[in-house]
C-alpha cells in the first residue's frame, strides 16, 4: 500500500461543501491514500477582508503538499475583487489546463454521443496578462503576451499526454493568419514539437473554422491544445456539447504542483438541498489519483461511477424519465458508486489506467532555441492626437517636417491597424489614436536608444502627445513586428 499523499482540500461555497464531502467520501472507500489538510477559500476569505479570497495559511499549506483538490467557491459582487482561481494559477505556475470532455450517451442526453475530446489550455499567457490601458479618450487596450518557453511547455505537455494517454491525434488551434507573430509563434512551436512525436497524427486549424468543426463532428478530434483565451472559450463549448456542465473536470498543472476541480460553478441555487451532482469533483479526484501515482484506485472509482450511471442511477441535473432508473440526491448517488466498487460497466467503456511514470510536467523542458542576435532599426510613435478634423496628410506633414531625423524617418501612419498615411482613403474612419512608425534610414540599420529619444524630443517640441513607443527590432535579420494594415 503506497504511503499516504498529502493534499489540500478547500471545500468552497455554495453546494462545495455537499459534493466535497460525497467525493472524498468515495475516494476514502475506494482506498484513496490521501492526508487531507483542510484550508478555507473563497467567500469568507474575501468577507475577511483578503481581495484574491485566499489566506496566509493556505499558502503555507500548498507549498507543503504542492497539490489541491478544490470545490468552487462563489467571487463576490462589485469591484475590488481577485479571482481566485487566476490569482492561484499564476501565482503557483499551473500552466497547463487539462480538461477531458467525454459523452455517456445514451445514459446522458446529448447530440454528440461520440465525443471523446481533451482540451489542453494554456493558463497564464495571452490576453490574461491583465495589462490593459486606456490610452486616449477613444482607445483603450489590452496586451497579448505569449512567451516560447510558455508555449513550449504547453504544447510538450499535450503531446506527451496524448502519447501516455494512448490518444492518436493532437490539433492546435491559433488564429495566426491575422496575429501571425503571436498566435503564429505558437503555430510554429506546435509543428516543431510534432516532428519530435512521429507516431502522432498532427494538424493546425484556424480557431474559428476549428471551433465550428468540434462543434459539428467532435469525434473528429482527440486532444486539442490552444493559447488561453481560445481554450477558456472552446473548453466551455466542448462541456456543453458531452450534455453536461455538471460532470466536467478539470486539472491545471504546473511544475511541480497541481489543482483539481469540477468545471462548474458554485451553484447557490440549488446549495443546501442536497441534490447537487458530485461527479465532475469526482472525477476531478479520479484525474488527482492518476496524478499522484494511485491509478488502481482511480480506475476503480471512474469504473464504479460509470456503472452508476449506466444503471441509470442520476441526480436531478441529468435524470431523464425514459432513461434513468432512479433519481438520488448528492449523499445518495456517493452511495451508489460506492457500492459498485470493483465492477465494471458494460455498455460504456470501462476505463484501464496503468502507473504511467512521474507527472509529466515535471519531465518538461523548453528545448527549443531562440535567435541569436537582436538589431533596433525603428520605432512606433504612438499619438493621442485629435487636431485639424483629425486629417492624416495633415498630421504626415507635420511629422516629416518637425519630427524626422537623420537617423529615424515616418515611413507610416496607422489608424486602428489600417494605413492612413501616405495614400490612405478619405472614407477611412479614424479615432484619436495614431500609430506613427519611423525606421532607420538606410531601413534596416540598427540604430541607438539615443536616437529614440531624440526623435520623441522632436515629437515633443512638435507639440504632439506620445502616449506610448513600441521598438522595432530584427531579430536573426528577421522584422520581429507586424508589418501593418493587418498584413
Ligand atoms: P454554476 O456552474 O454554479 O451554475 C450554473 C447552473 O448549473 C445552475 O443552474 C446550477 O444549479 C447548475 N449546476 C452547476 N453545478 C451543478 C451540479 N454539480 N449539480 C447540479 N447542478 C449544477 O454557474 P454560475 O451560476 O454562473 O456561478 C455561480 C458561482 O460560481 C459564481 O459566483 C461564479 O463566480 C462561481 N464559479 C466558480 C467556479 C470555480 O470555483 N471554479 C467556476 C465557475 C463559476
Known amino acids: 500500500m503506497p504511503d499516504k499523499t498529502p493534499i489540500t482540500v478547500a471545500y468552497g461555497d455554495g453546494i462545495g461543501p455537499e459534493i466535497m464531502r460525497a467525493a472524498l467520501r468515495i475516494l476514502i472507500e475506494a482506498g484513496?491514500?490521501?492526508?487531507?489538510?483542510?484550508?478555507e477559500v473563497g467567500e469568507?476569505?474575501?468577507?475577511?477582508?483578503?481581495?484574491?479570497?485566499?489566506?496566509?495559511?493556505?499558502?503555507?499549506?500548498?507549498?507543503h503538499t504542492r497539490l489541491l483538490y478544490k470545490a468552487p467557491i462563489t467571487t463576490p459582487l462589485g469591484g475590488g475583487y481577485?479571482?481566485?482561481?487566476?490569482?492561484?494559477?499564476?501565482?503557483?505556475?499551473?500552466y497547463a489546463n487539462v480538461r477531458p470532455c467525454e459523452s455517456y450517451a445514451p445514459f446522458v442526453n446529448t447530440v454528440h454521443p461520440l465525443m471523446n475530446v481533451v482540451i489542453i489550455r494554456e493558463n497564464e499567457e495571452d490576453l490574461y496578462a491583465g495589462i490593459e490601458h486606456q490610452q486616449t479618450r477613444e482607445v483603450y487596450q489590452c496586451l497579448k503576451l505569449m512567451s516560447s518557453p510558455g508555449s513550449e511547455k504547453l504544447i510538450r505537455y499535450a503531446f506527451e499526454y496524448a502519447r501516455r494517454n494512448n490518444r492518436r491525434k493532437v490539433t492546435?488551434?491559433?488564429?495566426?493568419?491575422?496575429?501571425?507573430?503571436?498566435?503564429?509563434l505558437f503555430h510554429k512551436i506546435f509543428d516543431q514539437v510534432a516532428a519530435e512525436y512521429p507516431g502522432l497524427e498532427s494538424e493546425h486549424l484556424i480557431i474559428d473554422i476549428g471551433t465550428a468543426k468540434l462543434a459539428d463532428r467532435p469525434e473528429q478530434f482527440d486532444v486539442i491544445v490552444v493559447p488561453n483565451l481560445y481554450g477558456d472559450i472552446l473548453s466551455d463549448v466542448a462541456a456543453q456539447l458531452t450534455g453536461s456542465v455538471g460532470l466536467g473536470a478539470s486539472a491545471n498543472i504546473g511544475q511541480d504542483v497541481a489543482m483539481f476541480e469540477a468545471i462548474h460553478?458554485?451553484?447557490?441555487?440549488?446549495?443546501?438541498?442536497?441534490?447537487?451532482?458530485p461527479s465532475g469533483l469526482l472525477l476531478a479526484g479520479v484525474l488527482m489519483l492518476?496524478?499522484?501515482?494511485?491509478?488502481e484506485v482511480a480506475e476503480a472509482v471512474h469504473n464504479a461511477w460509470l456503472t452508476t450511471i449506466e444503471e441509470g442511477i442520476h441526480t436531478a441535473d441529468i435524470y431523464m424519465r425514459e432513461r434513468s432508473s432512479q433519481k438520488v440526491g448528492t449523499l445518495a448517488f456517493a452511495d451508489a458508486v460506492i457500492e459498485r466498487l470493483g465492477q465494471r460497466p458494460r455498455r460504456l467503456h470501462p476505463v484501464n489506467y496503468k502507473p504511467s511514470g512521474p507527472p509529466i510536467a515535471r519531465s518538461q523542458t523548453v528545448r527549443l532555441a531562440t535567435a541569436r542576435t537582436k538589431a533596433l532599426v525603428g520605432v512606433d510613435v504612438f499619438l493621442d492626437w485629435d487636431e485639424a478634423e483629425r486629417d492624416p496628410a495633415q498630421l504626415g506633414q507635420i511629422l516629416t517636417e518637425q519630427a524626422n531625423t537623420d537617423a529615424l524617418q515616418l515611413s507610416m501612419i496607422t489608424n486602428r491597424g489600417l494605413k492612413v498615411w501616405p495614400e490612405g482613403l478619405p472614407e477611412t474612419f479614424c479615432t484619436d489614436h495614431w500609430r506613427c512608425r519611423f525606421v532607420s534610414a538606410p531601413e534596416g540599420t540598427?540604430?541607438?536608444?539615443?536616437?529614440l529619444i531624440a526623435l520623441l524630443n522632436k515629437v515633443k517640441d512638435a507639440g504632439l502627445d506620445f502616449i506610448k513607443t513600441e521598438n522595432l527590432y530584427n531579430f536573426d535579420g528577421q522584422p520581429g513586428y507586424s508589418l501593418g494594415q493587418g498584413q
Open 32 to 39: 484513496a491514500q490521501l492526508e487531507l489538510h483542510t484550508i
Open 44 to 63: 469568507q476569505v474575501y468577507q475577511r477582508g483578503l481581495s484574491s479570497g485566499i489566506g496566509p495559511e493556505a499558502w503555507e499549506s500548498l507549498r
Open 82 to 94: 481577485k479571482s481566485l482561481n487566476v490569482t492561484i494559477r499564476k501565482t503557483l505556475g499551473l
Open 172 to 184: 492546435c488551434f491559433t488564429k495566426d493568419n491575422i496575429m501571425k507573430l503571436t498566435d503564429g
Open 265 to 277: 460553478g458554485s451553484a447557490p441555487d440549488i446549495a443546501g438541498q442536497g441534490i447537487a451532482n
Open 290 to 295: 492518476q496524478y499522484i501515482g494511485q491509478p
Open 446 to 451: 540598427a540604430i541607438q536608444h539615443s536616437d
